[in-house]
């Protein structure tokens, strides 16, 4: 008998992975959460029209472990969680490790018929920056990138033409650039200014409210589509609520936890396109792609949301 090669016994637990995640799970689900109940939110992208849905998911550290491994095996039922949801876009970075890896080892498993691929260029240098995006096509085993951002407006100027070339010959789709955590905003400020970028990329949460007032406006003045990232503040908003009774008026806009309620919070402010919570747990991304249903808080919901979080 010819021994089972490490590769087929890799793909024999992944299937179980996937099994053992799917089967217990679709019972806990309730009907707004549910892609055949309801259609999902999404939003246009005012580049070219394009609908995209309003939650995806990011890649920073949770997704940093080596391909074809039983790490990578255990996070497959994530993402598989997500497209099931109505997921699209994959958010990663050449910064974040093994994580442009084990997407690409994850999609040649899982069956991804509306992905939409974001990842970025982070490095000083035109020639670098073209061997990074190379690089980046190569790891996620794509033909095209749908978004390249500049990450952190790194040397943003320098890799703009790069982009713009890549764009041209059809292995780039949409252009942005990104800042996270509050870094950087009167530069990128200057970028939206002296160009029209595609997508941006920006933190935005309950915690951290900072571009209400300049960024969100100009993004959307610019006809920029923008991407949110650390929606959770890094955990930091699950650890305020941490025993406390989600709002009774939460079921006003179908929401059912707390994660939801901080996703659908971002996702009901107008400039918003698509925000990217981070996750390991299959059955955290069940309760992420929650938001992607039912309705949103409108402008009064809004403002007893931001009480409720002041309160506590």
């Known amino acids: 008998m010819v021994p089972d090669r490490p590769g087929s016994l890799r793909r024999r637990s992944l299937l ?12 806990k689900l309730a009907l707004a959460q549910t892609p055949t109940a309801r259609a999902p939110i999404t939003r246009t992208v005012p580049a070219s029209g394009e609908t995209l849905p309003a939650v995806g998911v990011g890649s ?18 994530v993402l598989a969680t997500f497209f099931e949801r109505g997921g699209a876009m994959i958010d990663s970075s050449p910064m974040y490790g093994y994580s ?21 260029i982070w490095t000083v240098g035109r020639a670098l920056g073209r061997l990074q995006l190379e690089r ?11 978004l390249v951002h500049v990450h952190n407006l790194l040397d943003w100027e320098t890799h703009l033409p790069t982009l713009s070339e890549m764009r041209a010959a059809g292995r780039v789709r949409y252009i942005g650039v990104t800042t996270s955590e509050g870094n950087k905003h009167d530069e990128m400020e200057r970028a939206l200014k002296l ?39 890094g955990g930091a908003l699950f650890r305020a609520v941490r025993g406390k009774p989600l709002p009774a008026f939460a079921r006003d806009f179908d ?49 007893r949301m931001i009480q409720q979080m002041e309160i506590l």
């Open 60 to 77: 920073w550290l949770t997704f940093n472990v080596p391909p074809d491994t039983a790490a990578a095996t255990r996070l497959a039922p």
């Open 136 to 146: 980046s096509l190569e790891l996620w085993g794509v033909e095209k990138l749908d």
């Open 195 to 233: 160009e029209r970028f595609d997508f941006v990329q920006l933190t935005y949460n309950f915690a951290d409210r900072r571009i209400e007032d300049r960024l969100l406006p100009l993004a959307a003045d610019r006809g920029a589509a923008v991407v949110i990232n650390r929606p959770f503040d």
């Open 255 to 303: 929401c059912e936890n707390w994660a939801q309620f901080f996703l659908k919070f971002i996702l009901s402010h107008p400039a918003v396109t698509c925000a990217i919570p981070a996750t390991r747990q299959p059955a955290h991304m069940l309760e992420n792609m929650g938001a992607l249903y039912g309705r949103l808080p409108d402008a009064a919901l809004r403002r």
């Open 100 to 120: 442009e890896s084990v997407i690409g080892w994850m999609l040649k498993q899982l069956a991804h018929p509306h992905l939409f691929s974001a990842t970025k």
């Open 16 to 27: 179980r992975a996937l099994a053992a995640t799917a089967l217990p799970a679709a019972p």
